[in-house]
């Protein structure tokens, strides 16, 4: 079966468009204020999880600086984000299939930030984005670290930000920080807090204290606890073999954590709310 058909198929078992021109599928941003607390690593298992309940997942690589997750997963595509930008390749032309119902748009690395991604063929890109709307329920964005403009412009895009912190100093210093600007940009922007790499409930918990506190004082805002990822080696091993932990059959106390966290995110009814794909990647081309 060549690449077109097998797109077909994606296509044919899609849901439905949503009334009203609003999209059903779901774009879910995951980002930090900190680089080095796991985001690219939960932004592919929790893909994995939900493509194997039998979702179609699309992962999109946005990190322009040091994009990772084709290394993650052990691949090497031939062409990526940056030949779709220079206009020698179409969307649908880069896009690899991972596993069932899960596919990947490899990210471009060692591209400066300009605050917009500079694609030349913007007709095809709409064109583009228009399939691959059809075809998924759930788009996951692995953002860059840290605060610039085409991160901000991503997450405004976004119908949901999936906010990874630590129990780090650092890190929940910056994610204050992600959570500042990205409340002035978008004040209706639904930011939930996911805490990596804990010993358990309590600890996560005490990170989100710290940071509901800070953003209720100084912001006026208020910040979703969504869930938690306990410090596994099995998740580590994972990142060292190329191998999503999800993809393996082995048990640990992770596993459970990445099975209700999509729990939480997974629609049982048909979805009918999302910004739409044209409307995220206008804010990212547009100067």
């Known amino acids: 079966m060549d690449q077109a058909e097998t797109l077909r198929r994606v296509a044919a078992l899609k849901r439905g468009q949503g009334p009203g021109g609003k999209s059903s599928c779901e774009?879910?941003?995951?980002?930090?204020?900190?680089?080095g607390v796991g985001k690219s690593n939960i932004t592919v298992n929790l893909a994995v999880t939900l493509a194997k309940r039998g979702r179609k997942v699309l992962m999109l690589d946005a990190d322009m600086g040091?994009?990772?997750?084709?290394i993650l997963l052990g691949m090497d595509p031939r062409r990526n984000l940056s030949h779709v930008i220079e206009g020698q390749a179409t969307l649908l032309e880069i896009l690899v299939k991972v596993?069932?119902?899960?596919?990947l748009i490899p990210g471009a690395s060692g591209i400066m930030d300009a605050g917009?991604?500079?694609?030349?063929?913007l007709d095809q890109l709409r064109t583009d984005l228009l399939k691959l709307e059809e075809m998924f329920d759930f788009m996951f964005i692995d953002t860059a670290a840290g605060v610039n403009n085409l991160v901000i412009r991503t997450l405004q895009g976004s119908d949901r930000i999936l906010m990874i912190c630590t129990d780090e100093p650092t890190s929940i210093v910056d994610a204050y920080a992600l959570a500042k600007v990205l409340f002035r940009e978008c004040d209706a922007a639904r930011l939930q807090l996911v805490v990596n790499d804990v010993e358990g409930?309590?600890?996560?918990?005490?990170v989100y204290g710290k940071l509901k506190v800070a953003i209720q004082h100084f912001l006026k805002k208020e910040l979703e606890y969504l869930s938690y990822?306990?410090?596994?080696?099995?998740?580590?091993r994972g990142v060292v073999l190329q191998k999503p932990f999800m993809l393996t059959p082995a048990e640990c106390p992770a596993r459970a954590n990445f099975e209700a966290l999509a729990t939480l995110l997974d629609h049982d009814d048909p979805w009918t709310e999302g910004k739409g794909f044209l409307q995220l990647f206008q804010l990212l081309v547009q100067k």
């Open 116 to 121: 917009y991604l500079p694609v030349q063929q």
């Open 27 to 35: 774009i879910i941003s995951v980002s930090s204020g900190k680089g």
């Open 229 to 236: 990822i306990v410090h596994d080696d099995v998740v580590a």
């Open 99 to 103: 596993t069932d119902n899960l596919y």
């Open 201 to 206: 409930e309590e600890e996560a918990e005490d």
């Open 66 to 70: 040091t994009a990772n997750i084709d």
